[in-house]
Nanobody
Framework: QVQLVESGGGLVQPGGSLRLSCTAA????????LGWYRQAPGKQRELVAA???????NYADSVKGRFTISRDNAKNTVYLQMNSLKPEDTAVYYC??????????????WGQGTQVTVSS
């Protein structure tokens, strides 16, 4: 069974940086899409950044120029480099993947979430 394992969250001061990682573990045939979402208290979950297979990256306006999403296909891993962090970036960050364990069986998976807190 496939699992998405996240790491890299924590507490950081405004202006600081963090790097989140998410690895898809298990028997994987292909990964079509990888993305990062976040959910702050009292707010809906929102897309932060996405990197489709073979496509261009996509960012929320609020993080453009500060965050960078990348993927290592050999490791089935997606990264989110977060620079110039602001208090409003505080949220639980979730990894999302659209992947197949076998041909023609595309499914949606979510990580467990990792807390990012930006505070002085």
């Amino acid at each position: 069974q496939v699992q998405l394992v996240e790491s890299g969250g924590g507490l950081v001061q405004p202006g600081g940086s963090l790097r989140l990682s998410c690895t898809a573990a298990g028997s994987i045939f292909s990964i079509a899409y990888l993305g990062w979402y976040r959910q702050a208290p009292g707010k809906q979950r929102e897309l932060v950044a996405a990197i489709p297979s073979g496509g261009s990256t996509n960012y929320a306006d609020s993080v453009k120029g500060r965050f960078t999403i990348s993927r290592d296909n050999a490791k089935n891993t997606v990264y989110l480099q977060m620079n110039s962090l602001k208090p409003e970036d505080t949220a639980v960050y979730y990894c999302n993947a659209h992947l197949s364990e076998r041909l023609g069986d595309l499914r949606d998976y979510w990580g467990q979430g990792t807390q990012v807190t930006v505070s002085s």
